[in-house]
């Protein structure tokens, strides 16, 4: 799932890969840079399980159903300030959730709490947004408060600079608004890594966790709300 607003060239390059993408539609009460995000209104649970704010609800459940999801109507409608737009911004990976909890979709917080999670709470509510998932213990961020709460778990976490990705009308995006999975171990970047100052270290990183680092396009960076990953087919 992407946001419906990707470059041709990304768009291209995925079609290219035989991926199929699901575009999102808009979220007419969110800002402009992020009324499309995937990660402002989706939250992919695992197992065939997704959330969804009610004010997309229909769509993606007439989108998702057929391909065999059971799509979850959320509890919290989405608002145009922050941090009544955040609800669904959750990392979940491996036995790990990664968000501010106090304001958590009631629907995401039972699955958390029935699949027994370990809960990492964070004061930076868009956590999908600053964070790259690179495996069940490994993330990359620029969010120091997040690489200082995430340590404490044991989560090895690359701390990167801010910026140099850029974000619809606003100074800049994050690191995990520009990217997610596109294969068991093939991490997209929505625009060209090499462009950002700080590509060696994560390359290396990434590398080191036995992960492969493909660019989408050769332009700078570009925050699109995530790459939801749903299906993988069988290798």
Known sequence: MVDKRITCDIELELKRRNIQIIKTIECKECYDAIKYHPDICV??????????????????LETLTPLGFNV???SSYIENKYPNN?????????KFAIHNFDYTDKEILEYINKRNLVKINVKQGYSKCSICIVDENSIITSDKGIYKSVKQYGIDCLLISHGNIKLFQLDYGFIGGCTG???KNDIAFLGN???HPDYEIIKKFIKSKNKEIVSL???????LGSII?????KE
């Not at 990953?229 to 087919?233: K, N, Q, W």
Request: aromatic share 10%; charged share 20%; hydrophobic share 40%.
């Open 43 to 60: 939250c992919n649970l695992g197992e065939g399980n997704i959330v969804v704010a009610p004010n997309v609800y229909d769509f993606y």
């Open 229 to 233: 990953p749903l299906m993988t087919r």
């Open 217 to 223: 396009s050769k332009e700078q960076l570009l925050d």
């Open 193 to 195: 890594i090499k462009k």
């Open 86 to 94: 955040i609800q669904y911004n959750v990392t979940i990976m491996g």
């Open 181 to 183: 999975f596109i294969s």
């Open 72 to 74: 979850i109507k959320g």
